[in-house]
């Protein structure tokens, strides 16, 4: 008689411990998030979603929305009740383009596959959006969401910028507007994903681009289409970092943030160290150089201003301006006219400025009596024409050249350049 209660008795208590257990799994939990959606920083007004995903990470049908609330990409979602601990959140809207400084006219929609336990802020950029299918493969085949998430951000890491066993924060912690090594990565793989070319649709084209590297990475956590990195290659190749990071500077300056940018330098040269043909070792200044900027590519080989054993020129024929810095190091040059009753003509800066820093140049300083420009661009040649700011209508007047190579305060070479019509 006592075996035939107790029998029921374990199985009652059996069933109630279960059931306590599932109860505890399925219980709703309460988050409140907040976070950044960023390219460059999307706009206010952009549409923010969070979706529940089950253990299979497929969308439970529970979502909560919310939208950007301030020009720096900022967004909030509060009370949002979720059994599951991983969740998708998507951004969709306008966003700052770092490298035309404008508000692009088009759509852009960016993810974030997350794991919300004990994080209170969530980030949405470029670089959560390519590694997510990359985590769903590693999830699936039984890593923890935890280390399938570090070893995708690490694969792609490797994989781009031949860093290995990088000890980097969850990309969904990352902030372009904050200092830090860490937030320097996330701008540079921002600004590698367009070169300006005329007739871009740049949402498209970032668009298709960030599609191409999500479904690379996907099944090896490698990117091996070598198209892709040609692509990838060639939006580099025309990078100009010093203006990206101005751009962004002053764009935060607008809204009021003083931010003091990371100099994400660094990886973009670790990307070209691991994909270029060449490392260069020393200054290189070619006797003669092709004109080439985002826009273009010139056919034409023009006489090279900078090259050393040249001291004549003739404008009607073309000029180039053109150097190749070693990594890590820049190339400043200095102008001034010869005859100090001599002054450059600068009629207009802008077009002056626009012209040499599409080739890859920055100008420091652009004076009657002194104009001087430094390189954007390492391991890679920056050329443009030289400007037209000799004058007009009379004879061009010689010029002294003074070069500081590597951050020298004296010059390393310098010469004086005549020019004829």
Not at 2 to 21: D, Q
Not at 82 to 108: F, K, P, R, W
Not at 348 to 358: M, P, T, W
Request: a negative charge; glycine letters at 6%.
């Amino acid at each position: 008689m006592k075996k035939r209660i107790i029998l029921p008795l374990l199985l009652t208590i059996g069933l109630f411990a279960l059931l306590i257990t599932s109860c505890k799994k399925d219980k709703l939990q309460t988050y409140s998030l907040s976070g950044k959606a960023q390219k460059g920083p999307f706009v206010t007004g952009a549409n923010i979603t969070i979706n529940e995903l089950n253990e299979n990470l497929e969308q439970t049908g529970k979502s909560f929305t919310s939208s950007i609330s301030a020009d720096d990409g900022s967004f909030s979602l509060n009370s949002v009740e979720l059994v599951s601990e991983i969740a998708i959140i998507t951004v969709n809207g306008y966003y700052y383009d770092e490298h035309l400084n404008i508000v692009q006219n088009g759509v852009l929609n960016l993810q974030a596959l997350v794991d919300i336990s004990g994080k209170t802020k969530i980030n949405v950029n470029p670089l959560t959006h390519v590694l997510k299918d990359r985590i769903e493969i590693l999830y699936k085949s039984g890593n923890s969401f935890q280390n399938a998430y570090k070893q995708a951000q690490n694969e792609l890491i490797e994989s781009l910028f031949g860093i290995s066993g990088a000890n980097l924060n969850d990309f969904d912690q990352l902030d372009i507007s904050a200092s830090g090594s860490d937030n320097a990565l996330l701008i540079a793989f921002s600004a590698m994903m367009l070169r300006r070319t005329a007739g871009d649709n740049d949402v498209s084209t970032l668009t298709e681009l960030l599609t191409k590297i999500r479904t690379d990475l996907k099944d090896d956590g490698e990117i091996n289409n070598t198209a892709l990195k040609n692509q990838i290659w060639n939006n580099v190749r025309f990078l100009n970092p010093v203006h990206i990071k101005n751009n962004l500077t002053n764009k935060y300056q607008q809204m009021g943030l003083n931010v003091i940018l990371s100099d994400f330098q660094f990886y973009l040269n670790n990307f070209v160290e691991k994909h270029a043909s060449i490392i260069y070792s020393d200054f290189q200044y070619p006797q003669t150089s092709v004109l080439a900027s985002h826009f273009y590519e010139d056919s034409v080989a023009q006489d090279n201003l900078l090259d050393k054993t040249l001291s004549s020129f003739n404008l009607s024929q073309g000029v180039a301006v053109a150097a190749i810095t070693p990594l890590n190091k820049i190339v400043k040059i200095k102008m001034t006219p010869v005859n100090q009753q001599n002054s450059f003509w600068i009629q207009d800066e802008g077009l002056i400025r626009y012209d040499l820093e599409s080739g890859g140049w920055f100008i420091e300083k652009i004076e009657s009596q002194e104009f001087v420009i430094f390189t954007q661009r390492q391991n890679m040649l920056v050329s443009m024409k030289f400007p037209q700011i000799l004058g007009v209508n009379s004879p061009p007047f010689p010029i002294f050249i003074e070069y500081f190579e590597d951050g020298a305060t004296t010059p390393t070479f310098s010469k004086t350049v005549s020019f004829i019509l």
